[in-house]
């Protein structure tokens, strides 16, 4: 075997242990009770966690902007065995907003054991257009707002022990094209709660700061937004990436990979610097363009 071979190997049986005692060590009965502040639950992967949340009988606060969706997310909770759900309709670009949903899950919940960061704003996908006004509106979704969240929550979460769970994307760690402003936006969350959990063991707090790295998930907007322009590309279920998310933070996992497979395109995207970068547009169609 060649050297490169016997490293792949290597390292992909060191994942494949790694994965079994994560799973392993994930004990669902521990979020029984558990309080739980959600943002964009009303669709997607979001969806989807509050039903795994709800299933594992958590307390819950869903967030997002549309009130008649939320409300049938939460009645669907309730059949499945939500201790206790309320929701809060908000705009997370509103700068005002992710204070007031703190407080209000807060004062609902008395407390809080996870605070799960998975809302994004409109994702357009296509080639940058100089829309210096966008990329600054989807900073404060994607980025200002979690930033704003994590801060009010804080200092809950120490009292409580609490987790911050970051949901990002392997667009965080690797560039694509098309995706420009969401790209930065998500490198920005990996700079900034990639220091902050430094800071926090420096100080002996103790939160645990889980980011999660996702490939692509068959929610409808994602779905949507590639048709035509990424191909040879399969999508992982939502439902599972949602369990990924839980469990890995429900065991304070660094960075949760979802499929687990991304943490070795990230290595080898490190490893292999020369022909990456077309290796990866050959996923793409160029004459969508
Ligand atoms: N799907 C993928 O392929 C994929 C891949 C990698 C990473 N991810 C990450 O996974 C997370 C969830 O993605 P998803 O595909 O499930 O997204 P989605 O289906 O589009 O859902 C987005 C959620 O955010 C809410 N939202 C949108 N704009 C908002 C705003 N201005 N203020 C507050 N909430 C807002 C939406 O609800 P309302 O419309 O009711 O506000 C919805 O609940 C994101 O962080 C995304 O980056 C997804
Ligand atoms: C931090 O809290 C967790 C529970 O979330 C606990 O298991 C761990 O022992 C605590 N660590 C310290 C240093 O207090
Ligand atoms: C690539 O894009 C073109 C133009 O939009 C489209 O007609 C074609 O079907 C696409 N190819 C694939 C494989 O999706």
């Not at 969401?182 to 430094?198: I, N, W």
Request: aromatic letters at 12%; a positive charge.
């Amino acid at each position: 075997m060649k050297p490169v071979g016997k490293v792949l190997c290597a390292t992909g049986i060191i994942a494949g242990v790694l994965v079994f005692f994560w799973k392993d060590s994930f004990n669902p009965e521990s979020l029984s009770g558990a309080r739980v502040l959600l943002t964009g639950a009303s669709a997607g992967i979001g969806e989807q966690m509050a039903y795994h949340y709800a299933r594992f009988g958590a307390e819950i606060v869903l967030t997002a902007r549309r009130e008649a969706v939320l409300q049938k997310v939460v009645e669907k909770c309730l059949t499945l065995g939500a201790k206790k759900i309320f929701y809060i309709p908000a705009d997370m670009s509103s700068p005002s907003e992710p204070e007031k949903v703190v407080q209000f899950a807060v004062q609902k919940l008395g407390g809080l054991d996870y605070v799960v960061l998975n809302h994004i704003g409109m994702t357009r996908f296509q080639m940058w257009d100089g829309d210096v006004e966008y990329t600054r509106w989807l900073m404060q979704v994607n980025f200002f707002s979690y930033v704003a969240l994590t801060t009010a929550a804080l200092p809950i979460l120490e009292r409580d022990k609490g987790s911050l769970v970051v949901v990002s994307s392997l667009i965080g760690k690797i560039p694509t094209p098309f995706t420009t402003s969401y790209s930065a936006t998500k490198f920005a969350l990996d700079g900034f709660f990639s220091s902050l959990r430094h800071e926090l063991v420096m100080q002996k707090r103790n939160i645990s700061i889980t980011l999660c790295i996702l490939g692509l998930i068959d929610t409808d907007t994602a779905l949507e937004n590639i048709r035509g322009k990424v191909l040879h590309l399969t999508a992982s279920p939502a439902s599972e990436a949602a369990l990924a998310i839980i469990s890995g933070s429900a065991t304070q996992v660094q960075e949760v990979f979802y499929p687990w497979w991304l943490q070795h395109v990230c290595y080898l995207w490190v490893l292999f610097p020369c022909n990456r970068d077309q290796v990866l547009r050959s996923y793409y169609n160029y004459s969508s363009l």
